[in-house]
């Protein structure tokens, strides 16, 4: 796989005729978000159709994790509405959408330090245990055996399916960038989710394990069916697996359609690398130093 | 068996009941800091609630004692409620340093209440426990001590079952470790901390009635609390099964130095032990050792 870290007009990939999607397993309306008086996310909509890989990429600062943060309901956007599946769900709280289905990764990495990769990944089955606290007095048994069923699942499933079967019991903070960012993918699908958010998980890692991570997202998608928004600066391989591309701007969308497309669309160049006219970018320098 | 052994024999279980209730009052702490990585020294003043809570409606409303216990129990689950929802849910994200001095001054406050309600004497509480002495062989304990031992134990192994095999201790070092992560694994942050208080300040105050029991109460018997805090360092601020080593460790050293070097050399043995831990092994005995990988 070939990494270009920019968009440029350089694939020629034969078209497929863009498919509307049908109901989307996600959808965003006219979101807005600000913190104080940035503007940090404009009536941006898009949808994502279910069982694709749709990926947010945009310049940084361009307000992708934002954008996360307001689907995972870290924050509350001042206007507009997330629906799963037509469902609204902008009301709902952040523990009871992790248990609606949406699960997520994190840009650094979010894992339970001073754990080992078996208990981070057995928390993320931890909102769809049974047993409360008075159970649990009442019948250690049960709750023992739920914990040991949960972990047969896990390790049946998930670390099996991740290759990280070698480090289960290695606590996290001693493994490597890239291992830590697949014990958190390994978290994220042991919740069994229906919508995975992926905040660059291939962020900081080498050309072999961004290969490796590009194959498991593939692989959740083909054999999970799990719909997948991620956000990913590596342009390879937003253009290698992704089914359709969003790209933010300043809070704003300002292309969304098939990789190629997006690739070659002049404004979603300009936002990257400028528009090769030194009168636009004198005036966009004096409009920043005036802001 | 010689005198002097006998003697020794009853300085140890002496040292070993009160070491379990060290024990049960540093549960409290370790909870609370477990979920909310705050060290709540009010804690000390919940355990004095609890035995005031046991006065007023054991001496002050003619209850029985089996009723009375639950109910101050429940007391200082309340207090805590409160001050959780009141006080340090809103102080979310201020640093640990302000979160620390708000519970310093809710001790404060908490002391000034009694003295206004009950005033500063000491005061004794209605016998629960019986005074007839408790012999193991030979050796003589007092029956308070025995049965706030067994008391102590009986509640920490729960705990211990209960971190070891419930999700929901799991789940407290989680949203210990990282909110964001927790919350995104569908765990119920603010839901945890409430429940780690309302446990944390109940445990205090069951503590509290035991403690009462044996020595009587006055408003400043939170002092309790320092050395149980000592406890807390020695075992590990994280850890249960710290705490219950840590306060036999501690109760024993209190009444061997209390016995055979003087009263006056208690709290320096104690103290002097938390310098030399905190010099030596700062995350305690048991204590979770943060691994950075740099």
């Known amino acids: 796989m070939t990494t270009h870290p920019l968009p440029g007009p350089g694939s020629h990939q034969a078209a497929p005729p863009t498919a509307a999607p049908a109901a989307a397993a996600l959808s965003v309306e006219g979101l807005s978000l600000s913190f104080g008086g940035i503007k940090a996310l404009r009536d941006v909509s898009f949808d994502v159709a279910p069982g694709s890989i749709t990926a947010l990429i945009g310049p940084n600062?361009?307000?992708?994790?934002?954008?996360?943060?307001?689907?995972?309901?870290?924050?509350?956007?001042?206007?507009?509405?997330?629906?799963?599946?037509?469902?609204?769900?902008?009301?709902?709280?952040a523990p009871d959408r992790a248990r609606?289905?949406?699960?997520?990764?994190?840009?650094?990495?979010?894992?339970?330090?001073?754990?080992?990769v078996l208990d981070n990944i057995k928390l993320g089955r931890h909102a769809h245990l049974k047993t409360n606290i008075f159970q649990a007095l009442a019948y250690f048994g049960a709750a023992a055996r739920e914990e040991e069923a949960l972990r047969a699942e896990i390790e049946r499933d998930v670390i099996d399916f991740l290759e990280i079967n070698h480090i289960r019991n290695a606590p996290v903070a001693a493994l490597s960038y890239g291992l830590q960012k697949r014990v958190e993918l390994a978290r994220a699908l042991?919740?069994?989710?229906?919508?995975?958010?992926?905040?660059?998980?291939?962020?900081?890692?080498?050309?072999?394990?961004?290969?490796?991570?590009?194959?498991?997202?593939?692989?959740?998608?083909?054999?999970?069916g799990i719909t997948i928004l991620m956000v990913e600066h590596d342009m390879g391989m937003v253009m290698d697996i992704s089914d359709h591309v969003v790209v933010l701007n300043f809070g704003q969308v300002i292309a969304r359609g098939l990789p190629h497309e997006v690739q070659q669309n002049p404004e979603v160049v300009a936002a990257y690398l400028g528009s090769g006219d030194p009168a636009a970018l004198m005036k966009r320098l004096a409009e920043e130093g005036a802001a | 068996m010689s005198m002097e052994t006998l003697f020794f024999l009853e300085v140890t279980l002496a040292g070993l009941g009160s070491g379990a209730l060290l024990s049960l009052t540093a549960l409290a702490f370790v909870l609370i800091y477990k979920a909310t990585k705050i060290i709540n020294l009010a804690v000390s003043e919940l355990l004095m609630m609890g035995?005031?809570?046991?006065?007023?409606?054991?001496?002050?409303?003619?209850?029985?004692?089996?009723?009375?216990?639950p109910l101050a129990v429940a007391g200082g689950g309340l207090i805590g409620a409160v001050v959780e929802r009141g006080i340090i849910r809103r102080m979310l994200g201020e640093s640990p340093i302000s979160v620390f001095m708000v519970t310093v001054g809710l001790g404060s406050v908490l002391i000034g209440l009694v003295e206004l309600v009950w005033g500063a004497d000491p005061r004794t509480i209605p016998d629960f426990i019986?005074?007839?002495?408790?012999f193991l062989g030979e050796a003589y304990v007092s029956r308070k001590i025995f049965v706030a031992f067994l008391v102590s134990g009986a509640v920490i192994a729960v705990f211990l079952l209960l971190f070891r095999f419930w999700r929901g201790g799991v789940a407290l070092r989680a949203t210990a470790t990282d909110q964001a992560a927790a919350y995104s694994c569908g765990i119920n942050v603010p839901g945890v901390f409430s429940l780690a208080w309302i446990i944390g300040c109940a445990t205090a105050a069951g503590a509290g009635v035991l403690l009462g029991s044996i020595g009587g109460l006055s408003?400043?018997?939170?002092?309790?609390?320092?050395?149980?805090?000592?406890?807390?360092i020695v075992g590990g601020l994280d850890s249960p099964f710290g705490a219950l080593v840590g306060g036999l460790f501690i109760g024993l050293v209190e009444a061997y130095a209390g016995t055979y070097l003087g009263g006056e050399y208690k709290l320096v043995a104690t103290f002097s032990i938390l310098v030399l831990m905190l010099v030596i092994r700062p995350y305690g005995l048991f204590g979770t050792r943060e691994i950075e990988r740099l």
């Open chain 1, 61 to 93: 600062g361009a307000g992708k994790t934002s954008m996360f943060n307001c689907i995972s309901g870290f924050y509350r956007p001042s206007t507009g509405r997330i629906l799963m599946d037509g469902r609204d769900v902008s009301q709902v709280h």
């Open chain 1, 100 to 116: 609606m289905g949406f699960a997520r990764t994190f840009q650094n990495i979010a894992l339970f330090r001073g754990m080992t």
């Open chain 1, 190 to 224: 042991a919740m069994r989710p229906r919508i995975l958010l992926l905040d660059e998980p291939v962020a900081g890692m080498n050309r072999e394990e961004t290969e490796d991570m590009a194959r498991f997202i593939l692989d959740v998608k083909e054999e999970w």
């Open chain 2, 51 to 69: 035995a005031y809570f046991f006065l007023a409606f054991a001496a002050g409303m003619g209850m029985s004692a089996w009723l009375a216990i």
């Open chain 2, 130 to 134: 019986g005074r007839a002495p408790v």
């Open chain 2, 219 to 232: 408003p400043t018997m939170g002092a309790f609390g320092l050395s149980a805090l000592v406890v807390v």
